[in-house]
């Protein structure tokens, strides 16, 4: 453990480092934010981020973060649950994004050190951001043999909403695009979403559209088409409807160099190519501009709780729910 820095309120932050013979990650206690994901026998950082706190907290919200009790949009902030109507508040062209203002991204978690896994615990009180019941949430990064897996579960005293994800920006070479680096998703069929980046309850084949990667293909090949979701999203931020159920294969990423693997247990995930990154300064003298990385967040469909045609991301009184991701990678040379 070391320091990281401090929050503008006072609060002192900290660093935790797992490491094996392959991986090495390092984990701030601020947001239960993954720092660092160092692949060691190529000695690549696959994540981008920041030197201590302030990155985090002024440059790029919710990089590398835990996010939650509800990632992704909700539609103006609403929804109701057991008849009762709960507000969220709206932080995100009308919308409430990641949890409300104040996100799990932006907490202090409790971190227990084990040898090869950081277990990191929040208490989120009754009506916090507007969400029912007391919650009590763990999460838990663990090292494997040739990666990294991300875990969460959660239990409250009331019915209450969970879905988290990691929200790290994946990067496998430094480079300052991503554009080159190929992709394969294993989902036949993405969300559509508005112009203000609320995913609707429309959903369609992947097949014929620029939304197809259902074989190897460069994330630039198609993200300029002339098409209304590219153009409402400014470039891929869809949710994409995993193949199959249970934990499995949902995305592989690559380089010339080095492969990534993405499994998860959850219903899909949320594909984006940080449009919106804007030439932050990051780790060792790093610049971010816009499309210099790949988020894969995976997740319950967004704004599910308010789409009778989804699974619905309801945590039930005093009933543990628990997911898992994993990160896994390979080299190709």
Known sequence: MKEFGR????????????????????????????????YKPQNVDVVEGFDDVSGYIHEVPYMGACIGRTCNRIGKGRFVLNGNTYQIPINNNGNALHGGIEGFDKRIFAVKEEENRLIMTLISPDNDQGYPGNLHLEVIYELLEDGLKFSFSGISDQDTLLSVTNHSFFNLDHSD???????????SRYAHVDADGLTLDETEEVQGTPFDFTEFKTIGRDIGMDHEQLKNAHGYDHHFLADGEGFRV???????????????????????????????????????????????????????????????????????????????FKGRK
Do not use: W
């Open 177 to 187: 695009s991503v554009l080159n680096h190929e992709l394969k998703l294993h989902a």
């Open 250 to 328: 949902m995305a592989q990423y690559r380089t010339e160099n080095l492969e990534m693997t993405v499994s998860s247990d959850l219903p899909g995930f949320h594909l984006y190519t940080a449009n919106f990154l804007n030439r932050e300064a990051g780790k060792g003298g790093m610049i971010y501009p816009a499309r210099s990385a790949v988020c894969f967040e995976t997740q319950y469909y967004p704004n599910a709780i308010n789409y009778d045609s989804q699974e619905k991301p309801i945590l039930r009184k005093n009933q543990k729910c628990s997911h898992m991701t994993s990160y896994t």
């Open 7 to 38: 929050t503008d309120s006072g609060q002192d932050c900290h660093l935790y480092t797992l490491e094996n013979e392959t991986v090495k990650a390092s984990v701030t206690d601020y947001g239960a934010t993954l720092v660092y994901l160092i």
